[in-house]
C-alpha cells in the first residue's frame, strides 16, 4: 500500500516541483511573496477553462434546492474546510436554511481548527458520516479533493452512487485515473504548488473561486439576488440590518430613516420592503407579488 501512494503521489501534478521556486528559501521577503503572487494568478485561468462546467454545477446546485433537497459538500484537510467555509457563508449571505446546504469534514469539526493526520485514508468513514447526515437521492454530493485520491472522498462518492443522488467532484490532479465515476467532474489544472504538496495554496485556491461561482450562481438563480445585491440576507448582526437598509436605500432612493421604517413594516424582509416602496404596496400585497414571481424581485416590480 505504501508503494502505491508513493506512485501517486510521484505522479500528482500538484506534487511536481515547480521549476519557478527552486531558490525561493534563498530570497528576501518580498521576492518570495512576489514569487508567490506571480503564482497565484494561474488558478484563475486554470478556472476560467472549467466555467462551462462551473454553470453545469451551479444549475445542478439551484435545481436540487428547488426541489427540495440539499447541497453536501464532502471532503478532508484545506478540501473540506473550504466546503465547510462555503456552506457556513450560505444562511447570512443569502438567508438559506442552514440544513439545506451543508458541509463534512473528515474526522468532524474539530479538524476544521486543527490537522488530524490519517483521517482522509478512513474510506468507510464517509459513509458513515453521509448516513448520518441522511444522504438521500433528492440530495446533491460536492466533492472536494485537490489530488483525486482521497479515500475518505472516494468512499463519499461511492456511497452517493449507491443512494442515487447526483454527484459533483470537483479536483486538481488530471494524471489519477479513479474508478470512481461522478456525475460532472471540475478540475482546475494550477500545476505544481509553490511548495511542493501544499494544496493549501493554489489549489486551494482554484476550489475556493470554484465554490463561490457554484453557491453564488445557484443563488442568484433562485432570485437571491436583485441587480447586484443580496436581497434575502438575514440580518442576523447589526451590520446586516444596517446593510439591509443600505440596500433599500440604494435601489430605492430612499433616506436612511425610510428605509429604516420600511424594513421595519416589511418583518425585517428585504425583498417585500423593496416592493412595498417601488410599487407603493402593503406589505401583504408586497408579499403575494413575491410569492407569483417565485420570489424575483424583478419579475415582482414587473421588470
Given at each position: 500500500?505504501?508503494?502505491k501512494v508513493?506512485r501517486?503521489?510521484?505522479?500528482?501534478?500538484?506534487?511536481k516541483?515547480?521549476?519557478?521556486t527552486l531558490e525561493?528559501?534563498?530570497l528576501?521577503?518580498?521576492?518570495?511573496?512576489r514569487?508567490?503572487?506571480?503564482?497565484?494568478h494561474?488558478?484563475?485561468?486554470?478556472?476560467?477553462?472549467?466555467?462551462?462546467k462551473?454553470?453545469?454545477?451551479?444549475?445542478?446546485?439551484?435545481k436540487t434546492?428547488?426541489?427540495?433537497?440539499?447541497?453536501?459538500y464532502?471532503g478532508?484537510?484545506?478540501?473540506?474546510r473550504?466546503?465547510?467555509l462555503?456552506?457556513?457563508?450560505?444562511?447570512?449571505?443569502?438567508?438559506t436554511?442552514?440544513?439545506?446546504i451543508?458541509?463534512?469534514?473528515a474526522?468532524?469539526?474539530r479538524?476544521?481548527?486543527?490537522?488530524?493526520e490519517g483521517?482522509?485514508?478512513?474510506?468507510?468513514?464517509a459513509?458513515?458520516?453521509?448516513?448520518?447526515?441522511?444522504l438521500?437521492?433528492?440530495?446533491?454530493?460536492?466533492?472536494?479533493?485537490?489530488?483525486?485520491r482521497?479515500?475518505?472522498?472516494?468512499?463519499?462518492?461511492e456511497y452517493?452512487?449507491?443512494v442515487?443522488c447526483?454527484?459533483?467532484f470537483?479536483?486538481?490532479?488530471?494524471?489519477?485515473r479513479?474508478?470512481?465515476n461522478?456525475?460532472l467532474?471540475?478540475?482546475?489544472?494550477?500545476?505544481?504548488e509553490?511548495?511542493t504538496?501544499s494544496?493549501?495554496?493554489?489549489?486551494?485556491?482554484?476550489?475556493?473561486m470554484v465554490?463561490?461561482?457554484?453557491s453564488?450562481?445557484?443563488m442568484?438563480?433562485?432570485?437571491?439576488v436583485?441587480q447586484?445585491?443580496m436581497?434575502?440576507?438575514?440580518?442576523?448582526?447589526q451590520?446586516?440590518?444596517?446593510?439591509s437598509?443600505?440596500?433599500?436605500?440604494?435601489v430605492?432612493?430612499?433616506?436612511?430613516?425610510?428605509?429604516?421604517?420600511?424594513?421595519?413594516k416589511?418583518?425585517g424582509s428585504?425583498k417585500?420592503a423593496?416592493v412595498m416602496?417601488?410599487?407603493?404596496?402593503?406589505r401583504r400585497?408586497?408579499?403575494?407579488?413575491?410569492r407569483?414571481a417565485?420570489?424575483?424581485?424583478?419579475?415582482?416590480?414587473?421588470?
Amino acid at each position: 500500500m505504501s508503494k502505491k501512494v508513493f506512485r501517486e503521489i510521484e505522479s500528482a501534478l500538484t506534487e511536481k516541483r515547480n521549476p519557478h521556486t527552486l531558490e525561493i528559501d534563498s530570497l528576501s521577503a518580498l521576492e518570495i511573496v512576489r514569487l508567490i503572487n506571480a503564482e497565484d494568478h494561474k488558478p484563475a485561468l486554470a478556472v476560467k477553462k472549467e466555467l462551462s462546467k462551473i454553470a453545469r454545477a451551479s444549475q445542478m446546485a439551484a435545481k436540487t434546492l428547488q426541489s427540495g433537497g440539499r447541497i453536501i459538500y464532502i471532503g478532508a484537510g484545506t478540501s473540506g474546510r473550504l466546503g465547510v467555509l462555503d456552506a457556513a457563508e450560505c444562511p447570512p449571505t443569502f438567508g438559506t436554511d442552514p440544513e439545506r446546504i451543508r458541509g463534512i469534514i473528515a474526522g468532524g469539526y474539530r479538524t476544521l481548527i486543527r490537522s488530524q493526520e490519517g483521517v482522509e485514508d478512513d474510506y468507510k468513514a464517509a459513509a458513515a458520516d453521509l448516513r448520518k447526515a441522511k444522504l438521500n437521492q433528492k440530495d446533491l454530493l460536492i466533492a472536494l479533493a485537490a489530488s483525486k485520491r482521497t479515500p475518505y472522498v472516494f468512499g463519499g462518492l461511492e456511497y452517493a452512487g449507491k443512494v442515487g443522488c447526483k454527484t459533483i467532484f470537483i479536483y486538481c490532479n488530471p494524471n489519477f485515473r479513479s474508478r470512481i465515476n461522478a456525475d460532472l467532474e471540475i478540475c482546475p489544472r494550477v500545476g505544481p504548488e509553490v511548495i511542493t504538496g501544499s494544496t493549501r495554496m493554489k489549489a486551494g485556491t482554484a476550489q475556493k473561486m470554484v465554490l463561490n461561482m457554484i453557491s453564488t450562481a445557484a443563488m442568484i438563480k433562485l432570485g437571491k439576488v436583485y441587480q447586484n445585491l443580496m436581497v434575502d440576507l438575514q440580518a442576523t448582526s447589526q451590520k446586516l440590518v444596517e446593510r439591509s437598509k443600505r440596500t433599500i436605500m440604494l435601489v430605492t432612493g430612499a433616506d436612511y430613516r425610510t428605509a429604516e421604517a420600511y424594513l421595519k413594516k416589511s418583518g425585517g424582509s428585504v425583498k417585500t420592503a423593496l416592493v412595498m416602496i417601488l410599487k407603493e404596496a402593503s406589505r401583504r400585497e408586497a408579499e403575494q407579488r413575491l410569492r407569483k414571481a417565485g420570489g424575483f424581485v424583478r419579475k415582482a416590480l414587473g421588470k
